[in-house]
């Protein structure tokens, strides 16, 4: 869609996509909302071009045609739009949805990236270029994996003023720090940190996440090896070197397996990372590694672990929907129509290979944008090779991600519980098809538009996957040697959280969370046509309403029972008991029969799987140990537990001093780094300086920018200083000081005095706070709780919070408080909006 042709477009108002597309998902507002907010097309003015998820799919369907014309026997555009409209059949994941065919965003359409220098490269200048290229990709949107197992361990020796090495963890905390300054369009950048287990500093990375307020922003996995886990069970010696691949290391290490093993199971009970990932699996199943001397040498995973990847590699993903390949559902009748499901897996591969080829032109225009920016060539220098190196790897693996959502709704429609002995091998059998219908494809697209630029079936013959392939379908394995392949890899189980939403289906591959909860909505008690079936310790009314999961409900209207009744709790229990649902939501399920269910069904999955076994919160580390040990036993390539609560107040200090405040220092330093950051109250522009002290909040300024009375500061001034200068009278103030584009310092002087002076003897109050120590959500809640009668201090007292959300912790619970939607009290902060964890409800303020 060029954009030209966007002048041509109706727009509407938020409120107006929003009502029609809460009408296109039935009264589903949660739905309505991510798509409205995610994936309409829209301009930085806030236009929104689309009104429903049709308009959308038209988008998509007519980019997809105009690659296909390129072809022999292309796909029409209602061909395409038939496949992904309504979300039924086919749904491009993230990337795809938002970027294809939008001319208001120069970014990239995969969700996945790997990153990483040649060689062992350690040297200050490759990690700054790692740091840089991870920044370029996030700015367009890419989640961002990389491994530090390059890095020398602490303490070794270097050539330069140091003498020696600080290791792995403070690099950590850098790409981390760089990951929370990046945002696109409101989504904050998504980083994955790994390292393997025979690096000397494993032990301090597998802790680094264990002390409040570091590596925030980044997951972490520990890449273990088939040796490790031997040694594990033979309770034997395990032994680290650096370089980790080396004949002749310069640092060796042997260390008790089974203690540091211990440790990583300890860490994920706890706080649920590090995450594993069993790299000798990895790496001997993988297609791309037989080309590891190519450059396609896996060394990391994207965000979720779902992709392992080449540096410089990329991946897109498309999400085919389970549930709608049931026919008959929930019925005596009920069958999975095959030969639809087959025909639709093939196009969905070949619709990912035509996405290949948009992405390629989004990259030519992030490389035209670059050589057009204003900066010298030295500057923007990493950036163009690192899109040009991008582009290489997408044009010559062409790598897809082909995956699936509903997998529990699609067992339940059949009748088949979820984790039964009959339900794992169904979804073991449905991911064999899967895999046998994308190569399918992939062959045939190699015979019309030629194998991926590398492609040699010697290299290949004997990879187990290859192999599992060839034992399954000879005549498939036959028709690829002779003519090759597409594309080098092809499947994936991703997250599809947002998908899922708009696909009204269970998550991924993950069973049904819930299939019917209660929320409340307050009423007025004076209404008389109000039911008020509640009424809390303040005196409000709250009716309560009954929310079902919308399969659940589906099974519901099929057999006959009223979805608008208001059901009491027994007679809930009741419906849920008849359902197929029943011992088959995330709660129910047998955590060693997942374990199993997921290696078997790797077995048919090139790439990975992102799965989470969840856990109840009484659950002991014996537990997780065993489900480890079980899914490398089984051939998972990665597992991840969370075990509920787990994330909430356990982040503390490494001498576990639990009940003591954060240690800063008590004299206020004369120079503190800081953050900016905007905002709107009401429709004012508001503007924050946070001081900090290692990443986390020391003081705040705050108040009105971009006017007489108030700051204003270049929109593209996001960090800088704040420096406490003293006068000659012997008072102080406090200046803010930034570098500008051409690098000169540039000073704000007396931030104490350019705010209201109310908002400055608040500010004080709420710095003293912060300085010490006092938890930020604790921070939160205590000023939300002043009780204030100016209007524009309540204003500035919801600017403060706003600003100071920023830097909670993911995950950390809320200590008081209800979900204004359903009353649950378990909430928690995402992103920095208050989340509901019983109904999903979100609140930003």
Not at 445 to 472: C, H, T, V, W
Not at 674 to 698: M, S
Request: include cysteine.
């Amino acid at each position: 869609m060029q954009a030209s042709l966007l002048t041509e477009l109706p727009s509407y108002t938020q409120d107006e996509a929003y009502q029609a597309a809460l009408e296109y998902f039935k009264g589903d507002d949660l739905a309505a909302r991510v798509w409205v907010n995610k994936y309409a097309l829209k301009d930085s003015e806030g236009h929104v071009y689309e009104k429903t998820p049709d308009d959308m799919h038209h988008r998509l369907a007519a980019e997809i045609a105009r690659v296909e014309k390129k072809y022999p026997n292309p796909l029409s555009q209602s061909d395409v739009f038939a496949l992904i409209q309504d979300f039924k059949y086919l749904v491009p994941q993230g990337g795809p949805m938002t970027g294809i065919g939008n001319p208001h965003q120069i970014a990239s359409l995969s969700n996945c990236f790997v990153i990483g220098n040649d060689g062992e490269s350690d040297s200050y200048g490759g990690i700054m270029k790692i740091d840089q290229e991870q920044v370029q990709l996030m700015k367009r949107r890419g989640g961002v994996g990389h491994d530090l197992s390059h890095i020398r361990p602490s303490g070794s020796a270097v050539k330069n003023s140091a003498l020696t090495s600080t290791g792995i963890v403070p690099f950590m905390e850098r790409y981390s720090n760089s990951t929370r300054e990046v945002a696109q369009d409101g989504r904050r950048g998504a980083l994955m940190l790994s390292v393997s287990i025979n690096h000397p500093d494993a032990e301090n990375f597998i802790d680094a996440k264990m002390e409040q307020g570091k590596v925030t922003g980044a997951n972490v996995s520990v890449r273990i090896d088939d040796e490790f886990m031997k040694a594990v069970s033979d309770n034997s010696d395990y032994h680290q070197k650096y370089p980790i691949y080396s004949d002749k290391p310069q640092f060796t290490k042997d260390i008790k397996a089974r203690k540091l093993w211990k440790k990583i199971i300890h860490n994920a009970w706890k706080s649920a990372e590090p995450g594993i990932l069993f790299w000798d699996t990895i790496t001997r199943e993988s297609v791309p590694d037989c080309y590891a001397d190519l450059g396609y040498k896996t060394v990391s995973t994207n965000p979720c672990g779902e992709i392992p990847l080449c540096p410089y590699d990329s991946c897109r993903l498309l999400a085919i929907n389970l549930f709608s390949y049931v026919d008959h559902p929930f019925t005596d009748k009920a069958e999975f129509n095959q030969s639809l499901f087959i025909d639709h897996v093939g196009k969905a591969q070949r619709l990912m290979d035509d996405i290949i080829d948009l992405e390629l032109e989004k990259i030519d225009s992030i490389i035209d944008k670059i050589e057009a920016d204003p900066e010298t060539d030295e500057v923007k220098r990493i950036e163009k090779n690192l899109w040009l190196n991008i582009k290489t790897k997408a044009n010559e693996g062409r790598r897809t991600g082909i995956g699936i959502t509903a997998e529990g709704d699609m067992l339940a429609a059949l009748g088949i519980r979820y984790g039964s002995e009959e339900g794992n091998l169904l979804t073991e059998q449905v991911h064999k098809t899967i895999a046998i219908e994308t190569y399918r494809a992939s062959v045939e697209m190699a015979k019309e538009r030629g194998a991926f630029g590398i492609y040699d079936s010697s290299r290949e013959q004997d990879n187990p996957f290859i192999q599992r392939l060839k034992e399954a379908d000879p005549s498939l394995y036959d028709e690829m040697v002779k003519h090759g392949r597409r594309n080098i890899a092809l499947l994936t189980i991703a997250p599809t959280g947002t998908t899922s939403l708009m696909t009204q289906t269970s998550s991924g591959i993950e069973p049904v969370f819930m299939p019917v909860y209660k929320r409340r909505r307050k009423v007025n008690p004076n209404d008389k046509d109000a039911r008020v079936d509640f009424v809390d310790e303040v005196g409000d009314s709250w009716e309560e309403y009954i929310v079902f999961h919308h399969r659940f409900k589906q099974w519901m209207e099929v057999n006959g029972y009223d979805t608008s009744k208001n059901y009491a709790q027994k007679e809930l229990n009741a419906l849920i008991k008849k359902s197929p649902y029943h011992k088959a939501t995330s709660n129910d399920v047998d955590w060693l029969s997942k374990v199993r269910m997921q290696g078997a069904v790797q077995k048919w999955v090139d790439h990975s799987i992102s799965v989470t076994i969840n856990l109840p919160e009484d659950v002991n580390e014996k537990l997780v140990g065993k489900l480890y040990m079980e899914a490398w036993k089984v051939g998972c390539k990665g597992v991840t537990v969370y075990r509920d609560g787990s994330r909430s107040g356990v982040l503390i200090s490494n001498e576990e001093k639990t009940d003591e405040l954060v240690d800063f220092p008590t004299k206020r330093p004369e120079v503190l780094d800081a953050e900016v950051v905007r905002f709107h109250n009401n429709k004012e522009k508001w503007i924050a300086f946070v001081g900090t002290i290692n990443g986390k909040p020391y003081e705040i300024f705050t108040g009105l920018a971009d006017d007489e009375d108030g700051i204003f500061l270049p929109r593209s001034i996001e960090t800088g200083l704040i420096i406490k200068s003293f006068m000659d009278d012997g008072s102080s103030r406090y200046d803010f000081q930034f570098c500008n584009k051409r690098g000169y310092k540039t000073t704000v002087e007396g931030l104490s005095h350019k705010f209201n002076p109310e908002f400055w003897n608040y500010a004080k109050l709420i710095s003293s706070t912060l300085r010490h120590g006092m938890p930020i959500e604790k921070v939160v809640e205590l000023i939300n709780s002043l009780q204030l009668d100016s209007e524009s201090i309540n204003t500035w007292k919801n600017g403060v919070t706003r600003a100071l959300k920023k830097y909670i912790e993911d995950g950390t619970k809320v200590g008081k408080g209800t979900c204004e939607n359903c009353q649950s009290t378990e909430l928690i902060y995402q992103e920095g909006c208050l989340t509901c964890k019983s109904c999903g409800s979100s609140k930003c303020g």
